[in-house]
């Protein structure tokens, strides 16, 4: 925890370069408004808490009323602060699986709850962002359009396909990782690997267990709702902050601008994609070569996005980062335990 809290720092120096390389005041921020500011923070506020409520609802949907439903959202939301402090959003699966077996939950259904979380705010995701980089590319944005496209299809692909193969399959650990495993770690390693390889076991038995069933079908589909409406309240933060400099942007066009750069700020190069998500909605909206960010008059600026980036990144990470440590961190007594 000590080293995210320190990389946060780090995600402003994209920000202060942006700012000297273009001439941007602090001025120039704050004239976007108090209004525009605040209604942008609510809207990625509501984004959170629906992810919270989807988790809530696949728990106990798999576990019954085992723990509060909005304890379990404010968990989910909490875990968001290890996504915005870790290049690729990945992490908040690793907090929930966590706090669901500090609950006496078993590893395998708090895993299959976790990816069944995460596999379907990928799947909405990766749709809305493989609907931009078409858009993009329609307009004639070729490198925005290809980066796009190239980067959402392979992470939706990738997860859409494990997940269904998980029912169909066993996975096991990679024989070249088993062998490296053992060679270094004697038998402690040999001991992980067996560990591994029967949590794995578990959880795609989970998968041909639930993953036909009527009922899991359900889940996934209002799950799924659940995370399209998530993603389509982050795309309306953009055009309330962009309202506050006088760039008028349709909700259609902020939502795509979002959701592609959304999904450029998935590339492993910076702490939650710090820089890359201010880069793609410039890009996406003003249709510019990547290599020559000058931006022509009358179209949205480089206030509006950093405007954007503190009300649905910076203020977000103190709230996720409070509700972390207050409930997914916490000591539960025993007698919580189920």
């Given at each position: 925890m000590n080293w995210r809290i320190i990389a946060i720092p780090a995600t402003l120096i994209p920000i202060f370069v942006i700012a000297i390389q273009f001439d941007i005041k602090f001025e120039d921020v704050l004239a976007i408004g108090i209004i525009p500011f605040v209604l942008a923070v609510i809207a990625m506020m509501i984004k959170l808490g629906l992810q919270g409520i989807k988790f809530a609802y696949i728990s106990h949907k798999y576990l019954g009323k085992f723990d509060s439903f909005w304890k379990l959202c404010g968990v989910r939301i909490g875990s968001e602060f290890i996504k915005f402090t870790t290049p690729m959003f990945v992490g908040a699966e690793f907090v929930v699986i966590y706090y669901l077996h500090k609950k006496g939950v078993a590893p395998s259904k708090s895993t299959w709850i976790a990816i069944m979380d995460i596999v379907t705010e990928v799947f909405a995701g990766g749709l809305l962002s493989i609907m931009a980089g078409i858009i993009a590319l329609m307009h004639g944005a070729y490198v925005i359009g290809a980066l796009i496209l190239g980067i959402s299809i392979t992470i939706t692909s990738l997860w859409m396909v494990l997940f269904f193969?998980?029912?169909?399959?066993?996975?096991?650990?990679?024989?070249?990782?088993?062998?490296?495993?053992?060679?270094?770690?004697?038998?402690?390693?040999?001991?992980?690997?067996?560990?591994?390889?029967?949590?794995?076991?578990?959880?795609?038995?989970?998968?041909?267990k639930n993953l036909r069933t009527t009922e899991s079908k359900k889940v996934f589909t209002i799950s799924f709702l659940f995370s399209l409406a998530s993603w389509l309240f982050y795309g309306i933060s953009f055009m309330v902050i962009a309202m506050g400099t006088g760039y008028i942007v349709g909700i259609f066009d902020s939502i795509m601008a979002?959701?592609?750069?959304n999904a450029i700020a998935n590339l492993p190069i910076t702490v939650g994609g710090s820089?890359?998500?201010?880069?793609g909605i410039i890009a996406y909206l003003n249709n510019l070569d990547p290599f020559n960010l000058v931006i022509p008059e009358g179209t949205v600026a480089w206030d509006a996005v950093i405007g954007w980036r503190i009300a649905t990144y910076y203020v977000p990470i103190a709230v996720t980062w409070l509700l972390l440590v207050k409930l997914a961190l916490s000591k539960i007594p025993k007698a919580e335990k189920s």
């Amino acid at each position: 925890m000590n080293w995210r809290i320190i990389a946060i720092p780090a995600t402003l120096i994209p920000i202060f370069v942006i700012a000297i390389q273009f001439d941007i005041k602090f001025e120039d921020v704050l004239a976007i408004g108090i209004i525009p500011f605040v209604l942008a923070v609510i809207a990625m506020m509501i984004k959170l808490g629906l992810q919270g409520i989807k988790f809530a609802y696949i728990s106990h949907k798999y576990l019954g009323k085992f723990d509060s439903f909005w304890k379990l959202c404010g968990v989910r939301i909490g875990s968001e602060f290890i996504k915005f402090t870790t290049p690729m959003f990945v992490g908040a699966e690793f907090v929930v699986i966590y706090y669901l077996h500090k609950k006496g939950v078993a590893p395998s259904k708090s895993t299959w709850i976790a990816i069944m979380d995460i596999v379907t705010e990928v799947f909405a995701g990766g749709l809305l962002s493989i609907m931009a980089g078409i858009i993009a590319l329609m307009h004639g944005a070729y490198v925005i359009g290809a980066l796009i496209l190239g980067i959402s299809i392979t992470i939706t692909s990738l997860w859409m396909v494990l997940f269904f193969l998980s029912s169909r399959r066993t996975f096991q650990v990679p024989k070249i990782l088993v062998s490296l495993t053992k060679r270094f770690g004697k038998e402690k390693g040999a001991k992980y690997i067996d560990q591994t390889n029967s949590w794995m076991e578990e959880v795609c038995t989970m998968s041909r267990k639930n993953l036909r069933t009527t009922e899991s079908k359900k889940v996934f589909t209002i799950s799924f709702l659940f995370s399209l409406a998530s993603w389509l309240f982050y795309g309306i933060s953009f055009m309330v902050i962009a309202m506050g400099t006088g760039y008028i942007v349709g909700i259609f066009d902020s939502i795509m601008a979002v959701m592609g750069a959304n999904a450029i700020a998935n590339l492993p190069i910076t702490v939650g994609g710090s820089g890359l998500a201010e880069f793609g909605i410039i890009a996406y909206l003003n249709n510019l070569d990547p290599f020559n960010l000058v931006i022509p008059e009358g179209t949205v600026a480089w206030d509006a996005v950093i405007g954007w980036r503190i009300a649905t990144y910076y203020v977000p990470i103190a709230v996720t980062w409070l509700l972390l440590v207050k409930l997914a961190l916490s000591k539960i007594p025993k007698a919580e335990k189920s």
